[in-house]
């Protein structure tokens, strides 16, 4: 069983900054896409940012050149640093990631989710 627990939310004023992290733990062979999306009330899911193993990155337009991507493979830890923030940022921010069984096959799994605020 794999479990993702995230940190770094909270609430910040606009053009601030925050850093969320996930680590991923327990019986993990090989993690492969590793991403974050993010739900505002009453809207849907929708994905952020993603990195793969090898470190290729792809953002939603809107976060662009304020957000950042990255992880550390050893850690098993994917982050997200958020700069320039604005209010329609505001959102629980989810992590995902995709995993390979041992004997073959493919999983993912989410974690529980991070509220980001943004508010003056």
């Known amino acids: 069983q794999v479990q993702l627990v995230e940190s770094g939310g909270g609430l910040v004023q606009p053009g601030g900054s925050l850093r969320l992290s996930c680590a991923a733990s327990?019986?993990?062979?090989?993690?492969?896409?590793m991403g974050w999306y993010r739900q505002a009330p009453g809207k849907q899911r929708e994905l952020v940012a993603i990195i793969t193993s090898g470190g290729t990155t792809n953002y939603k337009d809107s976060v662009k050149g304020r957000f950042t991507i990255s992880r550390d493979n050893a850690k098993n830890t994917v982050y997200l640093q958020m700069n320039s923030l604005k209010p329609e940022d505001t959102a629980v921010y989810y992590c995902?990631?995709?995993?390979?069984?041992?004997?073959?096959?493919?999983?993912?799994?989410w974690g529980q989710g991070t509220q980001v605020t943004v508010s003056s």
């Open positions: 995902n990631a995709h995993l390979e069984r041992l004997r073959g096959g493919y999983f993912e799994v």
């Open positions: 327990g019986s993990i062979f090989k993690i492969n896409a």
